[in-house]
């Protein structure tokens, strides 16, 4: 091999690596037109075409230096010349090694696809606070912390309270009471029975007064018996209300002594929320000690952004990712019109029901914003540099064509094509990026060869 060869040779390899260099910071030169007709090549005047052997994107028709890296630039021959190194053309079989596959713009529905968080709050309606209902010192509290579960039916609190203690003396007074009154009764019953027993030798007469002595008898009776049943309806619901379960209520009546402590139970299965008292601490009726909340009942809570709300709006499409990785597919409702001043977001909510979700957990957020109709292709079929976007666009069988593109919303797939493109035109979605590195050392090849033949 001679020696002129050999250095022709090294150049093409460092021009090939340089090419690809160029593919990889500058994907595209400016686009160019497909190659004319021969006649309208005859017809058009023809200049010479300068390029920088670095940088092939700077092309102009008089001679000068690189804007970037200053060199001169050096002539590629004519303007058809150039017009026609801007078609490539790769055959069947290196397209299949490459990988390239096409795909077709067509018209699609597209939503701007805005990522966000949410978070898990209780249903405000659900939560419920545990209120003493009596004054008293606070003697056990099992709540040791936020986001502990109680069951139903556990011991929650232990309350020591003179009021309390009152109320029971006075139930077991009451039951003293109301015992004495029964028996009373009950003799006063048992002689007007006997008394009817003695009438068979007493005149009409008789029998009519002793009628009407009864009568007296049992609505004096009944006098005594309903004041202390109103007294022992009030005494009990008085009890219960402070905690006092019925299980308690017959162990004072059975050993007439007070319970000095009264432990309180949960009504239901809570879920502690905040912890409002701590054991030794006087409280007061109405202090909340514990406030719980049902976690079968939860709201996810999303935040969005002030400057995303205008493409918003109640019913879009909503499709959230728990931390298990289960999804829920739902729409968009209850949008607050106030900013948090904190986190610059406005809350948007919607309840989950069925499901055990942590109180504070956190959840991602995709909402589908405003759809419309849109031109789109594959997001893969994009390739994008501080030029801009392009597209290695399909013009014949086996010729491909850079093609810059102005984007618009884009989704996990598509991405709308607001200009650059037409409904029907075929992109490579894939492989393209091989083919940008060839166009740019066939480029490469050509001003070098334009060099050479002078």
Known sequence: ?????????????????????????????????????????????????????????IVQDHPGTCPICGMSLVESGTSDDHAEAGLMHVDTATQQKMGVTLASARMQTLAREIRTYATVIPDESALHPITPTVDGVLVKLNAAQTGQHIGRGQLLYEIESPELIQLQHEYIDYLIRRQQTLNAAERQREQNRRAQENTQDTDAAGREQLARSIQQSEDQIRAMLQPMQRDGVRLTTRLKFAGVTEAMLATVAKTGKAFTVVPVKTQQACLVKEIGARPGMVVSAMTPIVTCVDDARVWLEVAVFPDQMSFIRAGDALSVRLEDGTQIKTTLANISDIVDPTTRTVRARFPVSGRHLRIGEYASVTIQAAPRQALAVPRSAVMRNGDGDFVMRAMQPGHFMPAQVTTGIETDDQVEIRSGLEAGDTVVVNGQFLLDAAASIADAAQRLKGSSSE
Do not use: D
């Open 1 to 57: 091999m001679g020696k002129t060869a050999v250095v022709v040779l090294a150049v093409l390899i460092v021009a090939g690596a340089a090419g690809y260099w160029i593919g990889q910071k500058h994907p595209f030169q400016t686009p160019m037109p497909v190659a004319a007709s021969a006649e309208s090549r005859v017809a058009a005047p023809k200049h010479k075409v300068f390029v920088c052997p670095m940088h092939s994107q």
